[in-house]
């Protein structure tokens, strides 16, 4: 790169899109970066000053001489604005999942080699200090032999959430592949956190993976879903991601020890740890990096990445596993209840919470468990 300052392009800049040009816009504030262009098909609700406005993604990234493309467009578009992105000379922030399969992974991962320049994956919880500090205390024996870890999310969408975009909730959507169910989007970083506490980022450090996909929403992809992944070490790793759940409560990853257990509250970035003959458990806050300003840095001074592509290849076999299972089992309407809240009705599974404590604690899909919505015919 010259002396400029490094220019920044945001394609898909409302809901989730807008956090990219506000850490944009900070980075521009404290003279490390400047906010160049943004691209979505609706206008940007507030005038953005001298920033180029384009409708199309793949114009933006043709036209606009860029140093760093934000992409948080939907999944099925990761592989071909990337691979543009990076054809043009840019690095890339990409949104999770970074892919809809393991092909267009390899293929990404291949663009990137070839053009020598970055793919960041927008797995913000691995921005987070708690990260390497819970596996400093791991390394230390702070719990003792640790032997199984756990990724648990129960969260709530509301019906409405499954019809705000023509790919929501979709396996596959116009021949393309979409997987965006709770396993592979909304709580995908409980499962890229749990892989990256357990040291388990590589493609060839899940085995057994054993599945447990349902839907009680009127959607093709999963909504209530377990699974049990096989790690290095005789290890495993539990999911429970739901979101049928009748609140949203905060997602997190546990590890269990022979003498103790921690759990990371990846959204708060707080550690707790709690060993044997204390009845409290102690508690750690950590800092967190942004993961645009870090990829920044390594465009400029070649500062390594904190979720670099390469390290999802273990969760892109969760994904791929996902995409290519059967569809998920139909929940009986039996087991399931509408619910109000300010956002929208919502479903919720029956005893959905505590089957899923269930699962990241004894190491069991919700089928193998027992629970009643997800076995018999």
């Not at 899940?206 to 009680?216: C, E, I, M, N, Y």
């Not at 919720?348 to 899909?365: C, F, K, L, N, P």
Request: net charge negative.
């Amino acid at each position: 790169m010259s002396g400029a300052l490094p220019r920044i392009g945001v394609a898909g800049i409302h809901g989730h899109g807008a956090t990219h040009v506000a850490a944009a816009r900070g980075l521009e504030a404290s003279g490390r970066a400047r906010l160049a262009a943004v691209a979505d098909h609706r206008p940007p609700e507030a005038d953005l000053g001298d920033v180029a406005v384009f409708t199309d993604a793949t114009d933006m990234i043709a036209r606009a001489d860029l140093d760093v493309v934000v992409l948080s467009t939907p999944m099925h578009t990761h592989l071909p604005l990337a691979r543009a992105a990076l054809e043009a000379g840019a690095h890339v922030l990409l949104e999770k999942p970074p892919t809809p399969t393991r092909a267009d992974f390899h293929a990404l991962v291949g663009a990137s080699e070839r053009t020598g320049r970055a793919v960041q994956v927008g797995f913000q919880s691995l921005g987070s200090q708690a990260v390497p500090f819970v596996r400093g205390l791991l390394a230390d024996g702070a719990i003792g032999e640790f032997t199984g870890f756990g990724a648990l999310g129960t969260w709530l969408r509301t019906e409405s959430y499954w019809t705000r975009a023509p790919w929501a909730g979709r396996r596959v959507l116009d021949g393309s592949s979409v997987v965006d169910g709770a396993v592979t989007n909304p709580l995908a970083h409980a499962t890229a956190t749990a892989l990256a506490v357990a040291g388990a980022t590589a493609e060839d450090a899940v085995s057994g993976l054993r599945l447990d996909l349902h839907r009680a929403n009127a959607i093709e992809a999963d909504d209530t879903s377990s699974f049990v992944a096989g790690l290095p070490g005789g290890r495993t790793l539990a999911g429970a991601l739901v979101l049928t759940a009748p609140r949203r409560s905060e997602p997190c990853v546990i590890v269990h020890g022979s003498a103790g257990r921690i759990v990371l509250w990846y959204t708060l970035d707080l550690v707790q740890v709690s060993t044997p003959g204390s009845n409290l458990a102690w508690t750690t806050s950590h800092a967190r990096t942004n993961l645009l300003a870090n990829l920044v840095e390594h465009a400029v001074a070649g500062e390594a990445l904190l979720a670099p592509l390469a390290a999802t290849g273990a969760f892109m076999r969760v994904l791929e596993a996902v995409r290519t299972a059967d569809e998920p089992r139909r929940i009986d309407p039996s087991y399931v209840t509408r619910a109000a809240s300010p956002d929208g009705d919502h479903l919720v599974v029956a005893d959905v919470e505590a089957w899923s404590e269930r699962v990241v604690t004894e190491g069991r899909t919700f089928a193998e468990l027992g629970a009643p919505w997800a076995v018999g015919p």
